[in-house]
């Protein structure tokens, strides 16, 4: 079984599209984003005029995404990122890398201070605490190129670890816009039956246009014709009425015509292939 893939890049023409679904570290047994893999493939592009990145992270290691956001804001192509779930921590602040920066609906920032593990003697806590002020300041500088709040609001806000709606992030000047998810335009994992939908339509649409065909080319039915006795046949039928009649032979009624119809439908004999194939 192949493993999952946490992180891609997908060089379409002058657009590069690079998903960050996991992690942000540089231990390769995380099967994380790591800032090497990713500035590495990113220095690779050429002729690339837009990169888009979707963001789906927990976050990780502050050093790893400080290395991300400052690698695609140092590339001379236009940035815009996507939260497409959850930009939590150090992934919050990859995302303010964009040019553009797009909330999708709905989806989640949440920002909070630095902080780590640490050992030792009173000093070893003290030094780290300071540390952790001083890491926490790469943070807060990414935040302030474009938010709208105040830097002492901000650093109340990351103190208390705040999770901010779409809403709240473009309010804010975290993001620039909200895209509904359903007019995202970026690859999806139900796009398979997107694809599937518009067969269906398609097929209605055509079904309905051969059934219009046939009935503007039926030739339509005398009306109001009387019968000739003259022509009547005569009848040497001497049963009492039981023998073979048009009318009683068994035929289809509407509703059966109907559901033979929607049998032998084209959508009809192709729902069970894809729903086999969507299921796998």
């Excluded at 999952?4 to 996991?22: C, D, M, P, R, V």
């Excluded at 690779?44 to 992270?57: K, P």
């Excluded at 055509?206 to 046939?214: A, G, P």
């Excluded at 509407?254 to 299921?279: H, R, V, Y």
Aim: charged fraction near 25%.
């Amino acid at each position: 079984m192949s493993k999952k893939q946490f992180f891609q890049l997908i060089n379409a023409g002058n657009i590069a599209e690079i998903y960050i679904y996991g992690d942000i570290s540089a231990c390769p047994q995380d099967d994380g984003v790591s800032a090497a893999s990713l500035s590495a493939q990113l220095a690779a592009l050429q002729g690339v005029s837009q990169i888009n990145v979707y963001i789906n992270s927990y976050g990780g290691d502050v050093s790893e995404g400080v290395a991300i956001y400052n690698a695609l804001k140092r590339h001379s192509a236009k940035v815009v990122t996507y939260c497409d779930g959850m930009a939590c921590s150090i992934a919050s602040v990859i995302f303010m890398a964009g040019d553009e920066r797009i909330m999708c609906n709905p989806s989640f920032l949440m920002i909070h201070d630095a902080w780590t593990y640490a050992a030792g003697n009173a000093d070893d806590f003290r030094k780290a605490a300071d540390d952790l002020d001083v890491i926490t300041t790469a943070s807060i500088s990414a935040y302030m190129a474009h938010c709208k709040i105040s830097e002492q609001e901000l650093r109340e806000k990351m103190k208390a670890e705040t999770w901010l709606t779409h809403n709240q992030a473009l309010e804010m000047g975290f993001a620039t816009g909200i895209m509904d998810a359903e007019m995202s335009e970026k690859p999806a994992q139900n796009a398979k039956m997107h694809a599937f939908e518009l067969f269906l339509k398609a097929i209605r649409f055509k079904n309905l246009d051969d059934d219009e065909e046939n009935d503007s080319n039926a030739p339509s039915a005398p009306q109001n014709e009387p019968n000739a006795p003259d022509d009547e046949p005569e009848s040497n039928d001497d049963s009492d009425g039981e023998g073979d009649n048009p009318e009683t032979e068994d035929t289809p009624d509407d509703d059966e015509e109907d559901e033979i119809k929607k049998g032998s439908s084209p959508a009809q004999q192709w729902s069970g292939f894809f729903n086999a194939l969507f299921s796998n």
